[in-house]
């Protein structure tokens, strides 16, 4: 009876996971994104938006307006940001990470 018990709890988390188009994979490295997010950037983005200049939030809109249109050009503002933005070197947070946080960025502020 256990060993149904555990079957069937086996086979419900995989179609979970099949269902939600969301692999294993996937998952973690969004929440390795989230997480980078969350130390580097959250303090000064707090839900996306911007404690130092309200026009220069995580949303969309303003991102499209401070011609910050891809993943991309996310990484390069963390490179070399403009006043009021901290920098963030290669050596605070490397060339993997920064990826991870700027497609956690695009992917959770729409």
Known sequence: MKRIAFMFFVCTVACSLAVGGVSAKEA??????????????????PGGGNVVTVTKSLNPQDRA???????????????????????FGKKTISEKDAKAIAEYITKTFK
């Open 28 to 45: 973690s490295k969004e929440s390795h994104g989230e997480k980078l997010f969350m130390k580097h950037c959250s303090k000064c983005h």
């Open 65 to 87: 307006a401070n011609n910050i249109k891809t993943e991309d050009d996310i990484i390069r503002l963390m490179r070399n940001p403009g006043p009021g933005m901290v920098k």
